[in-house]
């Protein structure tokens, strides 16, 4: 069994920065795709960026530019980055963790991977900008 938890989520000004981090326990191997999402008030969840196994980020489009996301050596801990905030950053974060079988193409912001069975996700961190 895979458990994830959010941590890090806060209330900052625009323009501001900001780093949430995810705590990935249970087993997981380099077959495994980790994501980062995000949900914003009335909105669908939008995927912000992925980590395959072998460490490969992909971003979905417009993400890179102000989100950074990252692994720590345990590849149990993700973190993202975020810098120069703005209003409609206003989500709730969440990780997800997804078994791809080692196939990297399978690993990227927009698979169906994620919608499927068997994707771990946590119960997300806050994240609120205020103009």
Known sequence: QVYVSE????????GGSLRISCTISGYISDGH???????????????IATIFGDGTIKYAD????????????????LFLDMNHLEPEDTALYTCAVVHVAGREYDCWPGSPRFDGDFVYRGRGTQVTVSS
């Not at 941590?7 to 625009?14: A, C, D, I």
């Not at 795709?33 to 995927?47: D, I, L, S, T, V």
């Open 7 to 14: 941590f890090g989520g806060s209330s900052v000004q625009r």
């Open 33 to 47: 795709c980790m994501g980062w999402f995000r949900q914003g008030p009335g909105k669908r969840r939008e995927a």
């Open 62 to 77: 417009s993400k890179a530019d102000r989100f950074t996301a990252s692994q720590d050596d345990t590849k149990h801990k």
